[in-house]
Nanobody, 128 residues
Framework: QVQLVESGGGLVQAGGSLRLSCAASGRTFSTYGMGWFRQAPGKEREFVAAISKSGGNTYYTDSVKGRFTISRDNAKNTVYLQMNSLKPEDTAVYYC?????????????????????WGQGTQVTVSS
């Protein structure tokens, strides 16, 4: 069982930056692939970024490439999402997610159904 707690959301002006953190409980964090998803008002939750259990492989949705960076610190049981050049359309509740990553250490997971554990979400609001 993994518990995930996001933090770091808030209100920022367009062009600004935020860093989200997701702290995981348990002693096996390094065996989990991690992802970030977001849900804007009136829209379905969508994939944002994913990182392999080793941290050696990452993947982003097109709309955030070059602006967002996902990273992890397995010693601190934490995954991060650095968000730069924020736009009003990035406004959403951001969720981190985890799943046991068996097999190859470079695997990343892009679908919501791939993940077993979810945080409660943190609100990011970007004003124009």
């Amino acid at each position: 069982q993994v518990q995930l707690v996001e933090s770091g959301g808030g209100l920022v002006q367009a062009g600004g930056s935020l860093r989200l953190s997701c702290a995981a409980s348990g002693r096996t964090f390094s065996t989990y692939g991690m992802g970030w998803f977001r849900q804007a008002p009136g829209k379905e939750r969508e994939f944002v970024a994913a990182i392999s259990k080793s941290g050696g492989n990452t993947y982003y949705t097109d709309s955030v490439k070059g602006r967002f960076t996902i990273s992890r610190d397995n010693a601190k049981n934490t995954v991060y999402l650095q968000m730069n050049s924020l736009k009003p359309e990035d406004t959403a509740v951001y969720y981190c997610a985890a799943r046991m990553a068996l097999g190859y250490s470079v695997s990343v997971y892009l679908g919501q159904s791939d993940y077993n554990y979810w945080g409660q979400g943190t609100q990011v609001t970007v004003s124009s």
